[in-house]
């Protein structure tokens, strides 16, 4: 007989539905025509980022709950990472968009990478989790927020990459139109992924005093720990290639998909395939 989910399933469940019908009225926006009925009705209904702040309120209400029920915050398994990582994410384009008018566009980016996940949270089991004792030491929490935040970053900088790609295409320089040159989106999204690797840098930093304290050393080059240098070592090569060379605003833009991509599956991919002693890190 099948264990019934947990009461606060309800919400993250809520929150999930909330997140991808956000990014399908993203892009319902910006695929109608800008004048004419349509475009009307478009301007007109509920604006994404309404979608995303219930979303995350209905989140956080379910990583509450489940906090209280278990003593514990969402870092173990893989919906309790997912859960923490669309709250996260989903308050690093919140406030993106709050503070730089040139990210609001990008929404159907942004907001379409944020369903994925909330769509693979659906399909994961809510099973209940148990705190091991290397969880209970302070320095995690700083190794945690410093990697969430590094993340949060990257997200909102693949935005504006993808429509600067996009735009490389008669269909996305319609449906952008709105947004800066694709020369002030690159420079703003180098901006985001140059804060990106000071939080990742500090992110290792703490990590390796967490595995200090922990399990008796600071490195120990198993797959999470090597993965997130690859990462590392990924992304800071992409910020001198664009300091040191004078790449385009496309091929920058290829850079920052793929070095977020490397940290997607870094972050959510290596921790669950294999055996490193501390799954579910971030």
């Not at 929150?15 to 109608?32: E, F, P, T």
């Not at 735009?167 to 320089?173: F, T, Y």
């Not at 600071?218 to 999470?224: G, N, S, T």
């Amino acid at each position: 007989m099948n264990t019934p989910p947990p009461f606060e399933y309800t919400w993250f469940c809520a929150g999930a539905v909330l997140v991808g019908l956000a990014a399908l009225l993203a892009w319902r926006r910006s695929l109608v025509a800008v004048g004419g009925p349509a475009g009307l009705a478009a301007r007109l209904a509920p604006r994404p980022a309404l979608l995303v702040d219930l979303a995350l309120a209905a989140l956080a209400t379910g990583i509450a709950l489940r906090w209280l029920r278990l003593g514990h915050g969402p870092f173990l398994n893989m919906f309790e990472i997912l859960a923490s990582s669309l709250v996260s994410l989903g308050l690093a384009w919140r406030i993106a968009h709050w503070r730089l008018p040139a990210v609001r566009e990008s929404a159907p980016v942004a907001l379409g990478l944020l369903a994925v996940m909330a769509a693979w949270l659906l399909t994961v089991d809510p099973v209940d989790t148990h705190r091991p004792a290397t969880y209970e030491m302070g320095i995690m929490w700083f190794h945690i927020l410093l990697g969430k935040i590094f993340l949060g970053c990257a997200l909102v900088a693949t935005a504006l990459a993808g429509v600067i790609l996009a735009r490389a295409g008669a269909w996305g320089r319609t449906r952008f139109q709105r947004m800066p040159a694709d020369a002030t989106l690159d420079a703003l999204a180098w901006r985001l992924m140059l804060a990106a690797l000071v939080f990742e840098s500090l992110m290792l930093v703490a990590g390796a005093v967490w595995a200090q304290d922990a399990w008796g050393r600071f490195w120990a080059w198993d797959p999470l720990e090597t993965w997130a240098f690859v990462t590392w070592l990924a992304l800071s090569a992409a910020v001198h290639a664009r300091l040191a060379w004078r790449l385009g605003p496309r091929a920058g833009a290829l850079m920052i998909v793929a070095v977020f991509v490397l940290a997607f599956l870094t972050f959510f991919g290596v921790p669950f395939v294999t055996l490193a002693p501390h799954k579910g890190a971030v």
